[in-house]
């Protein structure tokens, strides 16, 4: 069922859009089955989870860290991840940038936004994204949408999100090619989302089925 899943999803997508399989609190024997439908982008929201699902499953899985980011547990995982999205402050920019900084990498990120309310707020100063952070590489933006069964309402979020993105690729980061990524869109969303222009789709329970939340174990 997961590689039919899978494979339903990408015949959906448009080409140059990225599935992130969201796999968190799921065994490592459905990971594998996704992996071995094709599946290599796979999002994970708990940081020790994470590490020990990485220590045990193949070491090109492309990880990525969708989770509310603490600092502490950055250990767990900076030695290998692929992007981590949803830097939501400087804070959190200058505590990737000093746990890469040890392990000797640069680290993909995602700035997030914040679109699901009044006003989209970006939340980063032009001083702050122009620092000189060697081993963080701003990719794009993170945006998720009000939680409400309105499309009209989603579908606006998204669009202020995607005007964001293009406005800061001409503007703030004219002249840097790599600034290319729009994380948008889950799985009650996501087709809405790449209509409106989203570059990767985050997409679990679509994939993998309803959680159950009960094995969820607390974080270190």
Request: no cysteine.
């Amino acid at each position: 069922m997961i590689a039919e899943n899978i494979a339903r999803i990408k015949s959906n997508l448009p080409a140059g859009v990225q599935l992130v399989a969201v796999s968190k609190l799921k065994p490592v024997e459905d990971i594998m089955e996704a992996y071995n439908a094709g599946q290599r982008a796979f999002g994970e929201n708990y940081a020790t989870e994470l590490r020990d699902k990485a220590a045990v499953l193949p070491k090109d899985i492309e990880w990525h860290f969708i989770g509310h980011l603490q600092g502490k547990q950055l250990k767990y995982y900076i030695q290998f991840v692929s992007m981590i999205h949803g830097v939501d402050s400087v804070e959190h920019l200058m505590e990737v940038e000093r746990a890469a900084a040890k392990v000797g990498r640069t680290v993909d990120v995602l700035l997030q936004v914040h679109v699901a309310q009044e006003e989209t707020k970006f939340g980063f100063s032009p001083e702050e994204v122009e620092s000189e952070l060697p081993h963080v590489r701003i990719r794009g933006l993170m945006a998720m949408a009000s939680n409400t069964p309105d499309e009209a309402r989603v579908r606006d979020d998204f669009r202020r999100a995607k005007s964001l993105f293009d406005g800061l690729r001409e503007g703030l980061f004219k002249g840097h090619p790599e600034f290319d990524v729009l994380s948008m869109g889950m799985s009650h969303d996501y087709p809405v989302a790449v209509e409106e222009g989203s570059t990767l789709v985050r997409i679990g329970s679509s994939i993998f089925g309803a959680r159950d939340y009960s094995k969820m174990k607390s974080e270190l």
